[in-house]
């Protein structure tokens, strides 16, 4: 399973993205994906994760302006974040981990991860 995730930009505080996380050799609807952002010289941070039956718990900081989504159909999850800030200025991360048995919860860990977009967000 290997996973892409794209989207990410420049944008001044107050805009919008939507990144895309692409998972290929597998299906997705099987599978949780979780977004993580690792900014510079912090902890990588969870952001939010999506079940296989649609649950989406967000972290406190990113709540009521980042959406998590999937399109099983294209393989593909989303990260619709708006309102951006500075402080969301990281990498932003995707992964994926099988967990249709549980499908009302995420997992602790995953298994596979994307590579990163970049998102920067001016003041």
């Known amino acids: 399973v290997q996973l892409q995730a794209s989207g990410g930009g420049l944008v001044q505080a107050g805009g919008s993205l939507r990144l895309s996380c692409v998972v290929y050799?597998?299906?997705?609807?099987?599978?949780?994906i979780g977004w993580f952002r690792q900014a510079p010289g912090k902890e990588r941070e969870w952001v939010s994760c999506?079940?296989?039956?649609?649950?989406?718990p967000y972290a406190n900081s990113v709540e009521g302006r980042f959406t998590i989504s999937r399109d099983n159909a294209q393989h593909t999850a989303y990260l619709q974040i708006d309102g951006l800030k500075p402080e969301d200025t990281a990498v932003y991360y995707c992964?994926?981990?099988?967990?249709?048995?549980?499908?009302?919860?995420?997992?602790?860990?995953?298994?596979?991860w994307g590579r990163g977009t970049q998102v920067t967000v001016s003041s």
């Open positions: 992964a994926a981990e099988r967990y249709s048995r549980y499908p009302r919860s995420c997992p602790r860990s995953y298994s596979f």
């Open positions: 999506i079940s296989t039956g649609g649950s989406t």
């Open positions: 050799g597998s299906t997705l609807d099987d599978h949780a």
